[in-house]
Structures are given as C-alpha cells and as structure tokens.
C-alpha cells in the first residue's frame, strides 16, 4: 500500500472524488497556519517558561534543604542559641570585588579581599558557639558556603525568569532554559556535598591532600601559613618539602602564601615543584584518570596560582602538574573508590617525575591542593 | 537502569594493619578521618591506620 493510498484512507481530510473538496476541511488545514504565526511563539514562551519554572522549583527545594541542613546543623552545635535568624543573614552575605578598569596590582587586592570575607566567615560560625573545635567549625563554614551558593544561584536564575515574565522577552527565557542544566547540575552537587560536609568524610578535591599527607604521616610538621602544614622529608638524595592543607579540618589553607614564605623567607633553594590537585574531567573520560603537565594545578579565583607562578617565574622554577580527573559532583561529594584508589598510581607518578627530573641534592616542594576535610596528615 | 533501580552511595573505611598489612572495609562511623588510627587488627591486634574512605554507588 502506498503513501497516497493510506492519506486518501483518512477521511474526511483527503476525500475522495478530488473536486468534491469540502470548504472546512481547508480550514482545518489553513488555521493553524494562522495561528502559530500570531501565537507560536507565546506558546514557545509558554513551553519555556514551564520548563523553565519546573527547574527553579527544584532549586529552590535545594536552597531550602541546605538552609534546614544548616539550621540544624548549628543547633547540633549548641543548643542555647536560635540560629535561624543569623544563617539567614549569612545566606544573603555578598563580596564586593575591586574595580578591574585598570587591573595592575589587583591580586593582592582580591587576596586582602578574600582573607577579610574569610575571617568574617570564621567569626561569625565562632560567634555560634566560642568553644566549637577547629574540625566542626570548618565543617559548619563549609556547610554554610553551599548554603550560599545554593542561595545565590536560585535567586540570579529567579531574576532573569521573573525578568523574562514581566518584559515577555523570549531572550531572557530561551538563555535560562539553555543553560539551566548546568545549573541544576551544580546545584545538584552542591546539594549532596552537605551531606559529606556533615559527616566530614574526604571529597573527591581532597585526593591532592590524601596522596601528600600518606607522605607526611609520622613525620614532624610545622605550619608555615594559615592552615596550612609543611614537612621535609628524603629520598633518593633529594630532599622533599610537603606540603598540605592543615587536616582533618575542611580547609585549602593557603599554598600561595605558604610557597612563598617558603622560598622567599626561609630562602630554601627549591629546584622543582610539583603540584597534585584534582581536575575536572571533560565528558567521556574516566572518574580516577591521572594526567601529567606543567603549570601550577591549582583552582579557585586564582591568588594563590598567581603567587606560585610570581615565585616560581621569579626563580625559575620548573612546576610540574599531576592530576585526577573528577567530575563537579565528584569533587565536592564524598570521595568515590575510582578516585581513593588513584592514589598509589599517583605516588608512583611523583617519584617517577622526582627520578627522571631532579638529581641529587636537589631540593622538591610537593604541594597536595585542594580541601583537606577529613584527611589527616 | 530502570527507573526503580537508582544507586545509592555507601561510605566505606578502609584500614590497614601497620604490622601485617591487613586491610579491613567497614561501613564509615562519624569521626573516622584519614590517617587516624583505627581498630585493633584482627589479625594481630596490632594497631591500625584508617588509610581510606571512599564511597561505593549499591542499586537498591
């Protein structure tokens, strides 16, 4: 049976008998034509805005669970205190960043910046309960930054939508629609980190710390910047700084300035650096992967990348990379095996990188990056 | 997958024995952190070295 034959089979849109057409079923045919070149595009927007509005629901239950999740937290803390009223002026707690017109000098600026805001985090979670250990209130301030960034989030994509309601521009809808699955997935994670945040169990960021702290086990350490720990070790000739975050608190200490002080302060003559942090991995490769390069494998705004590099640069010192690969959920939820169990590949790649490019009597700084929480050292 | 089966993570410890290198997976407690001392071998009864956690996805 042909095409034709089956069309001529649905009547009364094909009748037979060619001439004896009825004038109505032209207009079945004619009208929608009409009508989505007058409303088809409000009703793209309506679709849209469905869509769209499905989505904000879901972060919003997020940005509520992380509230409650923080609420109780606190409360777990210290009873004698309501800590609704603070966490709720906490979540609407803003950074304003420097004017970047004229952008010469501005990383000491961000860093001054960034040290205030977290000083002031630190002191508000003290405020809760002044005898609170350094483990839970790193724990709490953790919670509290995913408790923000949740916020933040469903309030910028709450604006555009309600934007794109009121001036009914397609625009504004059609960007949010496009990017809202990354959203979602970044609100997702962030929602599941709390989680481990809670229970101060190690994330998938913290594989850098964890290869560097076996290292560092039994030996003796100092701290040589905020948070963070350092210690010398040997091998094969070579003399090895490690160094780590301060853990098992949830803390990225401060590397930059702690290479610094390093170098510049105690005037060690580091003749490599190699740096193990976690990478997000591109869609289509293996969770646990590791890779090899140079270049400082250090993330976040960027201060302290700046500061290896200035040092680095300014005594030429070759900085070596070794990564593992994670996805965003990955690095900021509870560590997964792929990822644990990376570490011996990983411990094999930085003495096979010491062999082949330091010798003897060389001095190599070791850096673990990323959150240390729950990883001792 | 089907729609009832979803995956659920499961967070284990894994400590090691420091004398016969014997490595125990239990179900994570609340305080266990990485390179803490854990339980008593049960092997040896030497002293172990929490030198693991990790989660594993189980469907249910």
Redesign the interface.
Same mark, same amino acid.
Request: aromatic content about 12%.
């Given at each position: 049976m042909s095409l034709l034959d089956i069309l001529l089979q649905i009547n009364p849109f094909f009748p037979e008998g060619g001439g004896e057409t009825q004038w109505w079923t032209y207009l079945i045919w004619i009208l929608p034509i009409f009508f989505f070149i007058f409303y088809g595009q409000r009703l793209q927007m309506w679709m849209v805005l469905n869509d769209v509005s499905k989505s904000i629901k879901k972060l919003q239950n997020m940005k509520d669970n992380a509230r409650k999740e923080a609420i109780d937290y606190a409360k777990s803390i210290s009873q004698n205190i309501d800590p609704a009223e603070r966490i709720d002026r906490f979540l609407e707690y803003f950074t304003i960043f420097p004017v970047d017109m004229d952008p010469s000098g501005i990383v000491p600026k961000v860093h001054h910046l960034l040290r205030v805001r977290d000083e002031r985090i630190k002191a508000e979670v003290r405020k809760m309960s002044p005898s609170m250990d350094t483990v839970t209130a790193s724990k709490m301030e953790n919670i509290l930054e995913a408790a923000t960034v949740l916020n933040l989030i469903f309030k910028v994509v709450r604006h555009f939508y309600l934007m794109g309601k009121k001036t009914t521009s397609m625009f504004f809808l059609v960007q949010l629609q496009m990017i809202m699955p990354i959203l979602l997935q970044e609100a997702e994670a962030l929602n599941k980190a709390i989680t481990a945040f809670k /229970? +101060?169990?190690?994330i998938g960021d913290g594989i850098g710390p =964890?290869i560097v +702290?076996?290292m560092m086990?039994n030996k003796e350490k100092r701290t040589i910047a905020k948070e963070t720990v350092v210690c010398e070790d040997l091998y094969n000739g070579r003399t090895l700084y490690l160094m780590k975050a301060e +853990?098992?608190a949830g803390s990225v200490g401060e590397p930059g300035t702690a290479v610094e002080k390093l170098i510049k302060e105690t005037g060690i003559n580091v003749n490599s650096i190699i740096m193990i942090d976690a990478a997000l991995k591109l869609e289509g490769e293996k969770t646990g992967d590791v890779a090899e390069g140079v270049g400082a494998a250090i993330g976040g705004v960027g201060v302290e990348r700046f500061q290896i590099e200035e040092v680095a640069t300014r005594h030429g010192i070759p900085v070596y990379a070794i990564i593992i690969k994670q996805s965003v959920l990955d690095a900021i939820?509870? =560590?997964?095996?792929e990822? /644990?169990?990376s570490?011996d590949k990983v411990s094999k790649s930085v003495f096979n990188l010491i062999d082949d490019k330091t010798k003897e009597g060389d001095k190599v700084l070791i850096i673990g990056v990323g959150n240390t929480l +729950?990883? /001792?050292? | 997958m089907s729609k009832e089966e979803k995956e659920k993570?499961i967070?284990y410890t894994i400590e090691e024995c420091q004398k016969c290198g014997l490595k125990t997976k239990r179900t994570?407690k @609340?305080?266990?952190?990485?390179?803490?001392v854990g339980e008593l071998c049960s092997k040896c009864k030497a002293s172990t070295?929490i030198?693991? @956690?990790?989660?594993?996805s189980v469907k249910v």
């Open positions: /229970a +101060g169990q190690p =964890m +702290g076996k086990f +853990g098992p939820t509870v =560590m997964k095996k990822i /644990a169990e570490i +729950g990883v /001792a050292q | 993570p967070v994570f @609340i305080g266990d952190f990485v390179y803490m070295l030198t693991m @956690i990790y989660a594993e």
